[in-house]
């Protein structure tokens, strides 16, 4: 499967998909998810930076909103024509291009910081991805992602929970299987059984990387680490929305902030030189 074939996949997801998403059904984005992702965010205001897999535009317009020029790129074209819709009737600067993440048509150097938003862990190809990122970025930049978490996205997943329907236990197995491109159905469990039954399910590609994997890729590239969460709701977010206390016993998502370091300064007096990251 590549990037082509992902791009059809979510094309045909992108319009129930941005309609249950807008009408409040994806729980985990909008009560953790996103809220702990723009916690973790620097500082962005009167920065130029690039939302990569930006689907419907939702966590981009919130990155706007801090003061930041955003250029943003989805492969699904249907995506991108929800985005723009949005953008025209409450206008924040974004420039909504249809793009794939594994060949970004930008310049080197173009971004003071690029985010992606749960979305590297559907491409086919993550290393080129990472590359792309890494390219695009300015000297000193810095990459913040969220993705599944690895230890707890694997092939085999179940749900433990008692008889009052808490979770207690997660089981999990086959977390060293390479998936690349399996295909897996699924839609929001919020949303009520009658909108269930009433829209087609997701058709969601897979692509499995173990956590080492994922790190190693980022160094290798030659990122540094900055900083790593693993999001948990609190009690009062529970309270208000029970669904996600499942994601109190495991981490459902993996948060990463890495940068690019700055360009090696050329002492012209003689000195040592020096490199800023």
Same mark, same amino acid.
């Given at each position: 499967? &590549?990037?082509?074939?992902? #791009?059809?996949?979510?094309?045909?997801? /992108?319009?129930?998909?941005?309609?249950?998403?807008?009408?409040?059904?994806?729980?985990?984005? &909008?009560?953790?998810?996103?809220?702990?992702?723009? *916690?973790?965010?620097?500082?962005?205001?009167?920065?130029?930076?690039?939302?990569?897999?930006?689907?419907?535009?939702?966590?981009?317009?919130?990155?706007?909103?801090?003061?930041?020029?955003?250029? *943003?790129?989805?492969?699904?074209?249907?995506?991108?024509?929800?985005?723009?819709?949005?953008?025209?009737?409450?206008?924040?600067?974004?420039?909504?291009?249809?793009?794939?993440?594994? &060949?970004?048509?930008?310049?080197?150097?173009?971004?003071?910081?690029?985010?992606?938003?749960? =979305?590297?862990?559907?491409?086919?190809?993550?290393?080129?991805?990472?590359?792309? %990122?890494?390219?695009?970025?300015?000297?000193?930049?810095?990459?913040?992602?969220?993705?599944?978490?690895? =230890?707890?996205?694997?092939?085999?997943?179940?749900?433990?929970?008692?008889?009052? #329907?808490?979770?207690? *236990?997660? $089981?999990?197995?086959?977390?060293?299987?390479?998936?690349? !491109?399996?295909?897996?159905?699924?839609?929001?469990? %919020?949303?009520?059984? $009658?909108?269930?039954?009433?829209? %087609?399910?997701?058709?969601?590609?897979?692509?499995?990387?173990?956590?080492? +994997?994922?790190?190693?890729?980022?160094?290798?590239? !030659?990122?540094?680490?900055?900083?790593?969460?693993?999001?948990?709701?609190?009690?009062?977010?529970?309270?208000?929305?029970? +669904?996600? +206390?499942?994601? +109190?016993?495991?981490?459902?998502?993996?948060?990463?902030?890495?940068?690019? /370091?700055?360009?090696?300064?050329?002492?012209?007096?003689?000195?040592?030189?020096?490199?800023?990251?």
């Amino acid at each position: 499967m &590549d990037d082509r074939d992902v #791009g059809r996949l979510w094309n045909e997801n /992108a319009e129930v998909w941005t309609r249950l998403a807008r009408a409040g059904y994806d729980v985990y984005r &909008d009560r953790l998810n996103t809220p702990a992702f723009l *916690a973790m965010l620097p500082d962005v205001a009167s920065l130029h930076g690039l939302d990569v897999g930006c689907g419907e535009g939702h966590n981009t317009r919130l990155i706007a909103k801090r003061g930041a020029r955003i250029t *943003a790129i989805d492969i699904a074209e249907v995506f991108i024509g929800h985005a723009r819709e949005k953008e025209e009737r409450e206008p924040l600067g974004i420039d909504y291009r249809v793009a794939s993440g594994l &060949d970004l048509p930008f310049p080197d150097g173009s971004f003071d910081f690029v985010t992606a938003v749960m =979305c590297l862990m559907d491409m086919p190809n993550v290393e080129r991805a990472v590359a792309e %990122a890494y390219r695009v970025l300015k000297p000193g930049g810095f990459f913040q992602f969220s993705i599944m978490h690895p =230890c707890y996205d694997t092939p085999h997943r179940k749900n433990l929970r008692d008889p009052e #329907g808490r979770t207690y *236990a997660y $089981e999990v197995g086959g977390y060293f299987e390479k998936l690349e !491109g399996k295909v897996e159905e699924w839609t929001f469990s %919020a949303a009520p059984e $009658e909108v269930r039954e009433s829209v %087609a399910t997701f058709r969601v590609p897979r692509f499995t990387r173990t956590l080492s +994997q994922w790190l190693n890729l980022l160094i290798e590239t !030659g990122f540094r680490i900055e900083r790593v969460e693993e999001p948990c709701p609190s009690e009062a977010v529970v309270e208000q929305c029970p +669904q996600v +206390q499942d994601a +109190q016993v495991v981490p459902y998502f993996l948060h990463v902030r890495v940068h690019k /370091a700055a360009a090696v300064r050329d002492n012209s007096f003689g000195g040592t030189p020096e490199c800023r990251g």
